[in-house]
């Protein structure tokens, strides 16, 4: 008996001493160099990234003009999405005008000149990518497609879709492609543009999807063949501009890209979302088109104008490879509201939506029409889980 009350005892004094010990222990803090505030890793697997996805920047008038008098940063009509984007691993946006500006002051629609501040906004949000391949990329001429350059290198914003000159592509100082560091990989990101608006390119500056269909196959070609390249993004900017028909020669168009070798195709152009595609290749690889993303921001007023959506995609190892395929997708809707102030300045703010009763019903039908209700994100949390 004594024995008993003897190891009763060391056993309680055992744990005791343990318990302790564990709560002497600091946790250890990791934290995310690449992004602020991402949410904990649950799954340990470092083999997964995530890129994100927006739709046109227009600065229209009314949009500078809020920002010359009212000087908030153009950031702040997206601040809502912030997090989402420092939770991405990389983030891209289409640039749909020239930023020119030693050509002049900056100007609206039908010939933009973006004013340069757009730039550093886009940079601290923490978009990587942008294409600059689209229908008002020659609105400043080639000088503007240069100046553009220019200042995208100046605030380090990377560009696909748009050249310098087609001497320094001759001599490989500059290529239509990009390819950025993802985590421990690279992928490549290729952009090109339908037309430009019946303004003549003379100088060869700009990637054309259809007229140039042997050099953006050649492309692809190119970057599959380099076995450090794990993924391909085509970026194409095409489409009748608010229309939600999808034309079968885009349909072919894209599919061609993707048994080439392409992962994913994003389109932009025609200002309203359009659908999402899932398609697999000859090789068996899974594959996305998403044919329209909408915009982001604009001075678009009009219901349909104004409902867009953030895209997510996450990548995977494929096993049998080194390469990226696609794992997962998913959509936000997002709402442009604009109100218009005492000061007669139009104010923007663009919403990520998850309570539809907050928007009129009609834009709520448009993105369960046109993207379904099965990959929206219907709550903050889910999103927060999709990187996680």
């Known amino acids: ?47 997964t990234y995530s890129i994100s996805f927006v739709g046109d920047v227009i600065i229209h008038e009314r949009l500078r003009t809020r920002e010359e008098k009212h000087k908030e940063g153009y950031k702040v009509i997206w601040s809502e999405l912030q997090k989402y984007f420092d939770w991405s691993d990389l983030s891209y946006a289409n640039l749909e005008g ?13 010939q933009f000149n973006f004013p340069e501040r757009i730039l550093p906004s886009l940079k601290e949000a923490g978009i990587d990518v942008v294409s600059t391949a689209n229908n008002h990329a020659l609105d400043k001429g080639a000088k503007g497609i240069r100046s553009t350059i220019k200042h995208l290198k100046k605030h380090n914003i990377s560009h696909t879709g748009t050249i310098s000159s087609t001497q320094v592509l001759d001599q490989e100082k500059e290529t239509w492609w990009h390819i950025s560091k993802l985590k421990d990989k690279k992928i ?3 952009s090109c543009t339908e037309m430009t608006n019946g303004i003549k390119d003379k100088e060869g500056l700009v990637l054309y999807c259809f007229k140039d269909i042997e050099k953006v196959k050649a492309a692809i070609k190119a970057l599959k063949a380099k076995k450090d390249i794990s993924a391909i ?41 359009q659908k999402i595609e899932s398609y697999t290749t000859t090789d068996g690889r899974p594959t996305i088109i998403a044919y329209s993303l909408g915009n982001f921001i604009s001075n678009q007023f ?17 096993g049998a490879s080194d390469q990226l ?30 309570n539809f009763k907050k928007v009129p019903h009609d834009a709520s039908e448009i993105w369960v029409q046109q993207l379904g209700n099965e990959k929206r994100l219907k709550e903050p949390a889910e999103v ?5």
């Not at 104008?305 to 494929?318: G, I, N, Q, V, W």
């Not at 927060?384 to 996680?388: G, L, N, R, S, T």
């Open 302 to 318: 009009w219901l349909w104008t104004k409902t867009s959506m953030l895209l997510l995609l996450k990548f995977k190892e494929d």
């Open 98 to 110: 020239p930023v020119a500006p030693d050509l002049g002051k900056p100007s609206g629609f039908p």
């Open 1 to 47: 008996m004594k024995l008993l009350k003897l190891l009763i005892l060391f056993s309680v004094f055992f744990a005791s001493a343990c318990q302790t010990l564990n709560n002497s222990i600091p946790v250890k803090t990791v934290h995310n160099e690449e992004r602020k505030d991402a949410p904990k890793q649950q799954d340990k697997n470092p083999k």
């Open 325 to 354: 395929i696609v794992d997962d997708l998913k959509y936000v809707p997002l709402w442009m509201n604009r109100t218009i102030e005492k000061d007669g300045t139009a104010k923007y703010r663009l919403l990520p939506i998850f």
């Open 233 to 273: 993004i085509l970026l194409p900017h095409w489409g009748e501009e608010e229309e939600y028909e999808i034309a079968d020669y885009r349909k072919r168009w894209a599919h061609i890209m993707l048994n080439l070798g392409a992962s994913a195709v994003v389109g932009s152009h025609p200002h309203v979302v």
């Open 384 to 388: 927060e889980q999709f990187f996680q």
């Open 188 to 190: 490549a990101w290729i």
